[in-house]
Each structure stands twice: as C-alpha cells, then as structure tokens.
C-alpha cells in the first residue's frame, strides 16, 4: 500500500532543495570575503647614494595574499626622465644608471589581476646620485723618446657620468707647452736635449680641471758625420777640398773641425768655411784624410781619401845662342815642378870635348878655346830625389872679329818710331858680314 501523499509524487523532498541553496548561498558568501580580504604589498630598499655613471641595484619586494607567483605586472619610474621601466612578473631587482648628479624618488607600482580585478600597490624610494670623478691619465706611445725626434703621448679621459674633455694643455718640462682643443686623443713633441722631463697634463671638463703626469727619459740621439773631397784624383800643387757635412737630430753643431791631410800637414777651423777646407799637396801617393768634429756631446770622425799624382816637371837651359872663342859663355837652367821640388845638381856638355862638369846651382858659364869655333849642342841634366831630367841648347861660336861698329840714326821723339842703321866693318877681312844682331 502506497502511503505517500500523492501531492509529493515525483518531486524532490523540501529539506533537499534547502541544502543546496544554503550550500551555494555559502560559496558565494566565500567569494566575496576572499576577494574582501585579497591584498598587495610592495617594500623598495637600494644604496641612499651612487655616483653617476654607476649602476644603481633597487631591491624589490612584492606579496599578495593571492599566493606566490600572482603578481603580474611592475613598473618603475627611477624619476631622471629617462629610465621608464616595465617589467612582466614579479622581479627582486631592477637596475639603473643616473647619467647627472642630484637628487631623485624612485616610485615602483606592482599590480595582480584575480578574476577580473586588480589589485595594486605603490612605493617609493629616494636616492642622491653625487658627481662621480674622472679618471685621467697620459702615457707613452711607441718608443722611448729621443732628442729630435717626435714623441708621441697618449691622452686619456674617462668619466662614469659620460662627461667629455673640454681642451688640454701639456707642459712638456723643457719650457715648452701645448693647448688643444677638445680631446685629441694624442699630443706631439721634440725634445732638443737628453735629460729627464715631467711632462704635466691639465683636461678641463665641465668647468672643473683634472691634472695628470708623466716623467719621461729623453735619451742623446746619435749625430752623422762624414767627409767628402771635390776630386778623387789631384795632381801636386793643385787645390784639393773637403767638405764636412754633420747632422744630428739634436741640432747639435760641431764648435771646431781639424782635418789631417796625410801628408803631415793639418788644418782647423771653428766652423767649417763655406766651401769646406783646402789643402795643396806637394807629396804624390795615396793619402788619407781624417776629419775629426767636436761638439757639445763628444767628438766624431770621417774619412776618405785622395790620389796624388806628380805631374812632370819642365826643364829648359836659356842662353843668347851665340858665343865668341876666348870670351865667357852662360846658360841658366830653369826648372819648374808643381810639387815643389828643385834640382839639387847639374851636369853640362859643352859639346867642344872638354867633357862633363858638374854644378851646384842652375846657373852655367864655359870659355870655348881658340880652336872651338863652329855650332855646339849643349847637354845639361839636373838631378833630384825624383829622378833625372835634360834639356839641349844650340850654341854658334866665333872667331872674335877686328872691326867697327856704328849706329845711325835721328834722336828719338817721344811716341814716334825710333830707327837704328847699324853699320859693321871687319878691317881683317873686308869681305866678312855680320850673321847677327843683338839689340838690348
């Protein structure tokens, strides 16, 4: 027997339907405490200073009661107008790098989106960023300087901050100094002496200067020097000159020359004359020529040499080519070398068999006898260290005449022509003539 109020047939009982409506009424009532009490919270911590140019770490730290990993979303302003960051997540960290000094608030806002809303928090942070200092130096670039040579330095300027170098000046230590503008990136200089020289370097940058030094060793540079002749190849008595040539990167300049010929002889001067030093050589050989220059740094020496030769002398006897029996007859000897050299001894034939005579000196004299009329061919040799040279004179000797001689003519005019009639009479021989005339 059904006992069931038919009313109630195929329906849920009342107590049912109250259970599932409490039990929903109950999740939505969760849902919104939750969402009530649902919350963001953000911390910020970093260095209270930094210097500009360098990086600045803030420290980031962001809950929500949603849980771990729900934080969606940072953003940061570092408040210089240039670093705007925006980052995915949630980061512990974010950095930067202030470019200017002074004072800024960092501000960071984090957010998390739970079922449609948005949960946010905001923080800030203050930070001085102070005017970082620029590091500064010089140094050598290449070798090692040398007097006359350009020596290259090498400029440096670095500044965390991004500040540049307005000009240098460079003082090189040896009363010299340099300006540029800007930055070069290298400066130059020559040193005209060896020593030791601090070399000091100002960069101006933002009205604010920055010094910097450098000592340096300048070393003596190695001067040239060399001798030169105008020939190779001189003969005794002519001119031969060389010509010094120094150099040295210094500008050193020799204070004295002394050239030794070779020949024993030398020559010296304060400063080489402007067409080098002469010398005239009386010695035929090979000969070496030294050539020693004194300057302030020490001496130095050239050489080179030169080929003297001995050109030929000339010898020749003189007389009037005419010579009378009995009467003294002279001949003189001339003898010219371009060396210098003279005859020390003499040897003549009078042609008329009296054999040879000597003679000390170049000058001759022999009486043809009484038989030695006719023409002669007189042989003289001289004699020196170089060898043996001869010459030949013709002679005509005559028998002495017995006569008379006169001479005719007007009385001269000044600036007019003057004539001479001579007139010879032999009494011995009226038919002799005279062969010759001498007019003196």
Not at 406 to 431: C, H, M, R, W, Y
């Amino acid at each position: 027997m059904n006992t069931r109020s038919p009313r109630f047939a195929g329906m849920r009982r009342p107590h049912v339907l109250k259970g599932t409506f409490r039990r929903a009424a109950a999740a939505v009532c969760e849902s919104l405490e939750a969402r009530r009490l649902l919350s963001v919270t953000l911390s910020l911590s970093g260095p209270a200073t930094v210097a500009d140019g360098a990086t600045y770490t803030l420290g980031i730290t962001a809950t929500s009661t949603a849980g771990p990993g729900t934080i969606d979303a940072d953003t940061i302003d570092f408040g210089d107008g240039i670093n705007l960051q925006g980052i995915s997540g949630n980061p512990t960290s974010a950095l930067c790098q202030y470019t200017e000094p002074g004072t800024y608030t960092i501000t960071d806002i984090v957010s998390d989106n739970e079922n449609g809303a948005i949960y946010s928090d905001i923080a800030t942070l203050s930070v001085v960023v102070t005017d970082s200092t620029p590091s500064v130096s010089i140094s050598s670039q290449g070798s090692a300087p040398t007097e006359g040579v350009a020596y290259v330095v090498q400029d440096s300027f670095s500044d965390p901050g991004g500040t540049t170098a307005d000009e240098w000046t460079v003082s090189w230590g040896d009363g010299a100094s340099d300006a540029y503008n800007a930055d070069p990136g290298s400066f130059d200089h020559t040193y005209t002496e060896a020593g030791s020289y601090t070399i000091a370097a100002v960069a101006v940058a933002d009205d604010s200067t920055y010094s910097t030094s450098l000592i340096v060793n300048v070393s003596e540079a190695t001067a040239t020097f060399s001798v030169s002749g105008n020939e190779s190849t001189v003969s005794e008595g002519e001119s031969y000159t060389v010509s010094p040539t120094f150099v040295d990167p210094g500008g050193d300049a020799p204070t004295s020359y002394t050239i030794a010929w070779g020949d024993g002889q030398n020559s010296s001067g304060a400063a080489a004359p402007g067409g080098g030093f002469t010398h005239e050589y009386h010695t035929a050989g090979t000969l070496s020529v030294t050539a020693v220059a004194v300057s302030e740094d020490g001496s130095y020496t050239a050489a080179t040499s030169v080929a003297v030769t001995d050109p030929a002398p000339s010898f020749s006897v003189v007389g009037v080519g005419v010579a009378t029996i009995g009467s003294t007859y002279s001949l003189t000897a001339s003898f010219a070398d371009a060396g210098g050299d003279t005859l020390s001894s003499y040897t003549v034939n009078w042609d008329d068999g009296s054999g040879n005579q000597s003679y000390s000196s170049g000058a001759f004299s022999h009486v043809y006898t009484p038989t030695g009329g006719g023409s002669y061919v007189v042989t003289t040799t001289g004699v020196n260290d170089d060898g043996t040279y001869t010459a030949n004179s013709d002679v005509n000797v005559y028998a002495a005449g017995n006569g008379s001689l006169s001479v005719g003519g007007a009385s001269p005019t000044e600036g007019t022509d003057f004539t001479l009639s001579p007139a010879f009479t032999e009494t011995s021989d009226p038919t002799a003539q005279m062969m010759s005339w001498t007019v003196s």
